[in-house]
């Protein structure tokens, strides 16, 4: 008597397929998401306000101050001895110029005073304090 051999089902999993839909997933992650947020350079937790008005950026000097006191004016580190010199050089460009402070909320208030000081003996009298909304 001969019996029928039963053919063996396949029970593995095309992975061919699979593989194509996670690089598809891994591609539309990778293109709508925001990496890195440029503008940032130190980390500072801003105090927050009720009312604030944006200040435009064509002609402004930006001073972030982190809660160690440690300064960067427009990007470049700077020491609190070094902030007036630097600042009498860079206010010789023409036009009117203002200085944006991004103090650290954890910050004592007098060291803020003390580099609003500075800035008004270097010949800068339009300062403001960025805030978040």
Request: hydrophobic share 45%.
């Amino acid at each position: 008597m001969r019996f029928a051999t039963r053919a063996e089902e396949d029970y593995s999993l095309q992975l061919t397929s699979l593989i194509d839909v996670v690089f598809l997933l891994l591609i539309f992650f990778m293109v709508s998401t925001t990496f890195v947020d440029f503008s940032r350079r130190m980390d500072i937790l801003l105090p927050e306000s009720k009312k604030s008005t944006e200040v435009a950026k064509a002609q402004n000097f930006l001073l972030e101050v982190g809660v160690e006191k440690k300064l960067s004016l427009n990007g470049e580190a700077v020491s609190l001895a070094d902030l007036e010199r630097r600042l009498k050089q860079a206010r010789t460009k023409p036009g009117k110029r203002t200085l944006i402070i991004k103090a650290d909320k954890r910050l004592d208030y007098g060291f803020v005073v003390q580099i609003m000081g500075i800035s008004f003996s270097a010949g800068i009298r339009d300062m403001s304090v960025a805030v978040k909304e």
